[in-house]
C-alpha cells in the first residue's frame, strides 16, 4: 500500500499562475484533507472532505478550490496563485476521529 | 473558536536530558492525538489518548491526558538525536473529524 501521495513534490508558480495539488489514498478512508504549514503556524486546515460528494471550509480557505473526485481522490486548486500562498501543503486521510495519516507533501513557491 | 495552545514553541536540549511539550485547550476535548514531524517529512501519528487522567508509554515517550480533558503533555526521558523534530498535539474540531493542531514544539537534541 503506497498510503497517502501527492504530487507534484515541489513547484514554483509566477503569481497569477493556477495549478492543481493532487491527492490520492488508498486505505479506503472516507475522510480526507488539505493542510497548509508555515513557519511558526503549525498546521492549518484548508478545506476537508467528510465522505465522497461532500466539502468543506477549514480555517483558511480563502483562494482554494477543491474537488473530491472518489473515494481516492482529493485534489486542491490555486485558482490565481498569490505570494502568499507559498508555503509546504499536505494531504491527509483517516477514518473520522481517527489517526490522520499524511501524505509526504508539495513545496510551493508563488514568485 | 477552538483553540489548541501548545509551550514551549522551540527546546534546545542535550542529548540525554528530557524533554516536555505542553497542549492546553480552550474547551474540553473528547480525545487528544500527538503527532511527531521530522525536519523534512511530514507529521506521523504517534498515539491517541481518550480517557480523563490516561497515561501511557511508548519506550521513552509518556503521554498523559488531563483529569480535565483540557490539557495533555509529552515527556521525553533520556532524549536521543533520533527524537529530533517537531511534536504537534491536536484536539477533535467539529463533527466532521477534522482536528485543530496546535503549533508544534520544534526539539532540537545536542549530540
Known amino acids: 500500500n503506497a498510503g497517502v501521495t501527492q504530487t507534484p513534490k515541489f513547484q514554483v508558480l509566477k503569481t497569477g499562475q493556477s495549478m492543481t495539488l493532487q491527492c490520492a489514498q488508498d486505505m479506503n478512508h472516507n475522510s480526507m484533507y488539505w493542510y497548509r504549514q508555515d513557519p511558526g503556524m503549525g498546521l492549518r486546515l484548508i478545506y476537508y472532505?467528510?465522505?465522497?460528494?461532500?466539502?468543506d471550509k477549514g480555517e483558511v480557505p480563502n483562494g482554494y478550490n477543491v474537488s473530491r473526485l472518489n473515494k481516492r481522490e482529493f485534489s486542491l486548486r490555486l485558482e490565481s496563485a498569490a505570494p502568499s500562498q507559498t508555503s509546504v501543503y499536505f494531504c491527509a486521510s483517516s477514518r473520522p476521529g481517527n489517526e490522520q495519516f499524511f501524505g509526504p507533501g508539495t513545496r510551493l513557491t508563488v514568485l | 473558536g477552538q483553540q489548541v495552545m501548545q509551550i514551549p514553541q522551540y527546546q534546545h536540549v542535550q542529548e540525554g536530558e528530557d524533554f516536555t511539550t505542553y497542549c492546553n485547550s480552550s474547551?474540553?476535548?473528547?480525545?487528544i492525538q500527538w503527532y511527531k514531524q521530522r525536519p523534512g517529512g511530514h507529521p506521523v501519528f504517534l498515539i491517541q489518548?481518550?480517557?480523563?487522567?490516561e497515561v501511557k508509554k511508548q519506550k521513552r515517550l509518556t503521554f498523559q491526558f488531563g483529569e480535565a480533558k483540557k490539557n495533555s503533555s509529552l515527556h521525553i526521558t533520556a532524549t536521543q538525536t533520533t527524537d529530533v523534530g517537531t511534536y504537534f498535539c491536536?484536539?477533535?474540531?467539529?463533527?466532521?473529524?477534522?482536528?485543530?493542531f496546535g503549533k508544534g514544539t520544534k526539539l532540537s537534541v545536542k549530540p
Open positions: 472532505s467528510a465522505s465522497e460528494g461532500t466539502t
Open positions: 489518548l481518550v480517557k480523563s487522567g
Open positions: 474547551t474540553t476535548l473528547s480525545n
Open positions: 491536536a484536539g477533535p474540531g467539529g463533527s466532521q473529524g477534522n482536528l485543530i
